[in-house]
């Protein structure tokens, strides 16, 4: 079993939509969590980062931490074009970005 | 941006060859990583280091070394190219403290015949 579970898509939604990307793990270790957003033939970038449980905003990006069922989403609102990329979910316990693990990535299409 | 720069980006060789790919940074950071991404595993760690001379093995590491000399420079080397290391690699770049924000280059594709 993976450390970290995330559906590979592909999503395809039109645009102004609500998208929901998640991410499941199996070490209740895990303590950070992120989002990451790469888009084709580029590095990633972190998007969001959330330390333990709860919710976090920023824009129209909203992620949320559930540690009693092992589950993370991100949520993006009022989806654009510009949003079309692979989002990563990466966490990881105590010992930080030494030891990062992430899921495949869910690619995502925004279409006009 | 941070400046994180790496070369080659693109590189096609034949088995058994040695192969450095070098990432180089401007940010002053001390953490760096060098990770592979392939399809179905997502981004995998490779080794990283925690300061001039100071490396340590990630998940993925048989048949990969690293150095770091320098703060700026990390050089990733295979010693003897295999199929199975076709794959595209990350440098990674964090600063001190304990968080998961990787600031990453935009990576060096490599295919190995």
């Known amino acids: 079993q993976k450390e970290v579970e995330q559906d590979p898509g592909p999503l395809s939604v039109p645009e102004g939509a609500i998208v929901s990307l998640n991410c499941t793990y199996s070490?209740?270790?895990?303590?950070?969590f992120m989002w990451y957003r790469q888009y084709s033939r580029k590095g990633p970038e972190l998007l969001m980062y959330?330390?333990?449980?709860g919710n976090k905003e920023d824009g129209r990006f909203t992620a949320q931490v559930d540690k009693s069922s092992k589950y993370i989403s991100l949520f993006i609102r009022d989806s654009q074009p510009s949003d079309s990329a692979t989002y990563l979910c990466?966490?990881?316990?105590?010992?930080?970005?030494?030891?990062?693990?992430f899921g495949t990535g869910t690619r995502l299409t925004v279409i006009p | 941006d941070a400046g994180i720069t790496q070369s080659p980006r693109h590189k096609v060789t034949e088995t058994g060859t040695p192969v450095t790919l070098r990432c180089h940074q401007t940010?002053?950071?001390?953490?760096m990583y060098w990770y592979r991404q392939d399809p179905g595993h997502g981004l995998r760690l490779i080794h990283y280091?925690?300061?001039?001379?100071?490396?340590d093995k990630g998940e993925v590491s048989d048949g990969y070394s690293v150095s770091r000399s320098k703060t700026e420079d990390f050089l990733l080397t295979l010693e003897s190219a295999t199929s199975s290391q076709t794959s595209v690699y990350f440098c990674?770049?964090?600063?001190?403290?304990?968080?998961?924000?990787?600031?990453f280059g935009e990576g060096s594709r490599l295919t190995v015949l």
């Open positions: 280091s925690y300061g001039v001379k100071d490396t």
């Open positions: 070490n209740s270790a895990f303590q950070y």
């Open positions: 990674a770049t964090k600063t001190s403290g304990n968080t998961g924000e990787l600031f």
């Open positions: 990466a966490m990881s316990g105590s010992s930080g970005a030494n030891n990062l693990f």
């Open positions: 940010e002053n950071h001390r953490y």
């Open positions: 959330t330390y333990s449980s």
